[in-house]
């Protein structure tokens, strides 16, 4: 198994282990012959495809899209990893009956080749990069110290990795311009754009569009259901019995919150990021939502 090892410029000595399948970066638990194999998947006309960078809000967005698909306001009584493209072998994802929301954080050129043949509808999640890398850093911490007590990495440095793509699912920046090409190379397939941040301010607006995008004759009334049981505290307790836990503790739901990140960044990093931002996403149709220059 080709696993690796990327340490911070700035610390040799402190390592973090990745796995490297045809190049690209993975958790280094996960199986290669697995991961090797998602192009080969086969999949099934109703399947729903929901994508995105890590921390972007898949599981809430798996929540959601499962209860508007089944018609059911019910916590989904397993993991969202029990779909995910990245974890989920071809006779795991067939024991489940459609419709089927299948998850990745892989980029659009990495999915199954079946997506195009069978124009699969893709709800694609985008967040603030300095909220989605914070979060993943903290959830990332959280595992790593379950199996090793020595690993400290510091933001900063763990930054440095992540933004150039030597850590796990690679740069947010490279998801992003993935995706974008997408659009532009592919403008027929079926792809809804879902921002964190709109999510969070105006749910039902949002929930209401993910329902028309996928085709679903649900009302208002279903649809604020769907907005009561899908508020973080609650859908968090909800799946607490089916969270993955590391050394005791569930790691994927957090906190739930818009600009987070300003608690953890300090001024330098801040300027640093935003910096890095700017020269990343110049020829971005994207570049405005996050920039600080177009906020400020």
């Known amino acids: 198994m080709p696993i690796i090892t990327v340490s911070p410029s700035a610390d ?46 898949t599981h809430w967005n798996f929540e959601i899209i499962s209860m508007l698909l089944n018609g059911i306001v019910e916590t989904i009584p397993h993991r969202k990893e029990s779909l995910h493209l990245e974890q989920a072998s071809q006779d795991k994802l067939d024991h489940f009956p459609s419709p089927r929301v299948l998850s990745s954080h892989l980029l659009f050129e990495n999915l199954p080749r079946e997506i195009l043949d069978r124009k699969t509808k893709i709800v694609y999640l985008i967040r603030d990069p300095r909220d989605a890398l914070s979060s993943w850093y903290t959830c990332i911490k959280k595992i790593n110290l379950s199996y090793n007590e020595q690993w400290n990495i510091t933001l900063p440095d763990w930054l440095e990795l992540s933004t150039s793509g030597k850590l796990e699912w690679g740069s947010w920046f490279e998801n992003i311009a993935s995706w974008e090409r997408a659009l532009q190379e592919h403008p027929d397939h079926p792809i809804l754009l879902v921002f964190y941040e709109e999510l969070m301010q105006e749910p039902l607006k949002e929930i209401t569009r993910i329902k028309d995008f996928l085709g679903l004759p649900r009302d208002e009334h279903f649809c604020k259901r769907v907005v009561e049981k899908t508020k973080f505290e609650k859908m ?22 818009i600009g987070n990140w300003r608690t953890m960044f300090t001024v330098a990093l801040s300027e640093w990021f935003d910096d890095l931002y700017e020269e990343q996403m110049a020829e971005s149709i994207f570049r405005k939502r996050y920039s600080h220059s177009e906020m400020s």
């Open 236 to 257: 968090k307790n909800d799946k607490e019995k089916y969270t993955e836990r590391f050394a005791g503790n569930a790691v994927h739901y957090h906190k739930a919150v």
């Open 12 to 57: 040799p000595t402190n390592e973090h282990k990745i796995l490297e399948v045809n190049g690209r970066p993975y958790p280094y638990v996960f199986d290669e012959d697995l991961v090797s194999n998602i192009p080969n998947l086969k999949l099934r006309d109703d399947d729903v495809m929901l994508c995105g960078y890590m921390r972007s809000g």
